[in-house]
């Protein structure tokens, strides 16, 4: 079993829909817990951090970390073409970031 | 701020040959930096990680003899991919933490290798 998993979609949306992700752990030792934007053939991107269960609101994302089900979200509201994407969830153990497969999202206008 | 460069964002060589990729921190000094292996459709990996003037720290199963990984200043590591094969084509990715504290880690662009 993977220490992440992530559904690796892809995922078609059309544009000003809501957008879910999910990724689930296994490892309770995990600590921090972040979404990167990736487009393609670039680096990620940092999108959101948090380290609590909750929500955490950033414009139009919210990250939702849920530690007693090892679950964690990102929900993306009115979304855009531009937000078409492979979305990445990560977490951190230490100093080291273990990342999920990545969810690709196409925003169609 | 925060920005991470890589060199060469693309190579292309011959089998058997070394290849060299640069990562630089351009705007604040790195005392970690992180080297990533990411193939298509799949998630980063992490290969190995180094801190300024000591030896990189490899993960499992990653050949530390064939990705050679260099630390030399606050502000650059380089990867050397030596008797490069054609499965070791692949996109790689460095990331950097500051020497400023905190810890989040800053990507670079990545660098995409095909060898033939």
Not at chain 2, 43 to 57: D, V, Y
Request: aromatic share 12%; hydrophobic share 30%; glycine share 8%.
């Amino acid at each position: 079993q993977k220490e992440v998993e992530q559904d690796p979609g892809p995922l078609s949306v059309p544009e000003g829909a809501i957008v879910s992700l999910n990724c689930t752990y296994s490892n309770s030792a995990f600590q921090y817990f972040m979404w990167y934007r990736q487009y393609s053939r670039k680096g990620p991107e940092l999108l959101m951090y948090t380290y609590s269960s909750g929500n955490k609101e950033d414009g139009r994302f919210t990250a939702q970390v849920d530690k007693s089900s090892k679950y964690i979200s990102l929900f993306i509201r009115d979304s855009q073409p531009s937000d078409s994407a492979t979305y990445l969830c990560a977490m951190r153990q230490g100093g080291k970031l273990i990342f999920g497969q990545g969810t690709e999202l196409s925003v169609k206008p | 701020g925060a920005v991470v460069s890589q060199h060469p964002s693309w190579v292309i060589c011959k089998s058997g040959t070394s290849v060299k990729i640069e990562c630089r921190s351009l705007d604040f000094q790195a005392t970690t930096m992180f080297w990533y292996r990411q193939f298509p459709k799949q998630s980063l990996m992490l290969m190995a990680t180094s801190n300024e003037g000591s030896k990189a720290t490899y993960e499992q199963g990653v050949e530390k003899d064939k990705f050679l990984i260099n630390h030399a200043s606050l502000t650059l590591s380089t990867l050397t991919v030596t008797s490069a094969h054609p499965e070791d084509s692949s996109f790689y990715i460095c990331s950097a933490r500051s020497l400023a504290g905190g810890n989040e880690q800053f990507f670079g662009p990545g660098t995409r290798l095909t060898v033939l």
